[in-house]
């Protein structure tokens, strides 16, 4: 490869068309660039700049090189303006699906984090169940229906589910029998167990139908049932703070218990890290788990 610092002073030079002007962009003198160019000629074996009493012009095999070097500069800007996650004792990597970070995490982010000791918490979203270890993750939190091999797990809280809706919608259904709220479309997530579970304690069997919708994440269900899409189950304590802004609002009262809770796991088999102990027992606390509990989950090697 020709030296770097002679391609630099080519591509800033080509992008001026002169060498006074790059000088000046790059804090040289115009002779310190006229030597880089120079030494770049003299390595390609070839001319890449035509000189005249106005500037520099390209030649052709000039604006080859241009072309060459310019995506080579994009490309190494691009590779060093891309994130570099933050590393040390304190920072614990937690992973989660969306619906639990945007709805109960995000409200609660900074008070997990502050001291003492601060910590830094990093975020990985994703709805699949990784390998705790293999991805390096010290916690993760995720809705389930129990335990899952090679993590050990504690229960943080369960779901009391209840109809809800636009305030003009709900207004439209008005109170009455559950069954009124089938003459509407009924809004899913991941798939129909919690209206299943919540028609089956009133006794009617809950079928999804072609007017239903479904969204795999449970922000885009409140979304959808703020815009008037149709009726979505509420599950505290994700639509609290929407409840409370009134964006959606109460169809029925009736509240039945979500197959799916939330709960905290961590690797089995490795001790947890300071940092991961401290945010585990803060998670804990915010969710009114208690604290004997956290202790157990922490000192245990059982799933």
């Known amino acids: 490869m020709p030296p770097l610092d002679t391609l630099r002073a080519f591509e ?29 000629e003299h390595w390609l074996g070839l001319k890449v700049f035509d000189r005249g009493a106005r500037g520099v012009a390209l030649t052709i095999e000039g604006q080859r090189l241009f072309l060459r070097t310019s995506e080579a500069f994009a490309l190494i800007a691009d590779n060093t303006d891309r994130w570099v996650e933050p590393r040390g004792a304190a ?52 809705c389930g229906r129990g335990r899952i091999p090679g993590r050990v797990s504690v229960q943080l809280f369960e779901e009391h589910c209840f109809p809800v809706a636009a ?9 009455g029998e559950p069954e009124r709220l089938l003459a509407h479309p009924l809004i899913n997530d991941s798939d129909a167990s919690a209206w299943r579970a919540w028609f089956g304690v009133l006794g009617i069997d809950y079928r999804p139908r072609p007017e239903d919708r479904r969204f795999e994440d449970y ?19 994700l639509t609290v703070d929407q409840l409370a802004a009134g964006r959606i609002v109460p169809v029925d009262t009736r509240r039945v218990l979500n197959p799916v809770s939330y709960w905290l796991d ?13 945010l585990a027992r803060r998670i804990g606390r915010e969710a ?16």
């Not at 995490?105 to 705790?132: F, H, S, T």
């Not at 409140?222 to 304590?237: E, Q, T």
């Not at 009114?288 to 059982?302: K, T």
């Open 219 to 237: 922000n885009l269900v409140l979304d959808a049932a703020a815009c008037g899409l149709g009726v979505a189950l509420a599950r505290p304590p």
């Open 167 to 175: 305030p003009a919608l709900a207004q439209a259904i008005g109170d």
């Open 288 to 303: 009114g788990v208690a604290e004997e509990r956290i202790e157990a989950f922490l000192s245990s090697d059982v799933a």
């Open 91 to 142: 920072v614990v990597r937690l992973t989660t699906i969306p619906s639990i970070s945007g709805l109960w995490l995000m409200p609660r982010l900074q008070k997990l984090e502050a001291g003492p000791p601060r910590l830094r918490i990093v975020l990985d979203v994703d709805n699949r169940q990784a390998d705790l270890v293999e991805e390096g993750h010290d916690l993760s939190i995720r």
């Open 12 to 40: 800033v030079a080509a992008k001026t068309g002169s060498f006074s002007a790059a000088a000046e962009k790059l804090n040289l003198t115009h002779g310190a660039v006229s030597r880089q160019i120079a030494k770049l």
């Open 266 to 278: 961590r690797p089995e088999g490795v001790s947890p890290r300071p940092a991961a102990a401290d």
